[in-house]
């Protein structure tokens, strides 16, 4: 059982920069595959980023080489650095959990990232 829970949303023009955090508590995030997930109005939900537990990252094509997915897991932490944003950008961001090997899978409730042109 892991509890995530997302911050660093807002409003920021085009071109600007967030970065968004991901908390884990109840279990230590070395145990799971990590990724943000985002979802737009009327939309589906889909992968942004993913990380898996000791492997390498993995982008959606439109956000490579201006999103960086990271983990601290000292700190028990995931982080969605977002740079050179789109107003296409815009979306609920999601931070998704997946427990190594028994496949349990958690989600945060989300944190709005709005992006104006």
């Known amino acids: 059982q892991v509890q995530l829970l997302e911050s660093g949303g807002g409003l920021v023009q085009a071109g600007g920069s967030l970065r968004l955090s991901c908390a884990a508590s109840g279990d230590g995030i070395s145990r799971y595959d990590m990724a943000w997930y985002r979802q737009a109005p009327g939309k589906q939900r889909d992968l942004v980023a993913f990380l898996p537990r000791g492997g390498t990252t993995n982008y959606e094509e439109s956000v490579k080489g201006r999103f960086t997915i990271s983990r601290d897991n000292a700190k028990n932490t995931v982080d969605l650095q977002m740079n050179s944003l789109k107003p296409e950008d815009t979306a609920v961001y999601y931070c998704?959990?997946?427990?190594?090997?028994?496949?349990?899978?958690?989600w945060g409730q989300g944190t709005q990232v709005t992006v104006s042109s």
């Open positions: 998704y959990a997946r427990r190594a090997y028994w496949g349990e899978v958690y």
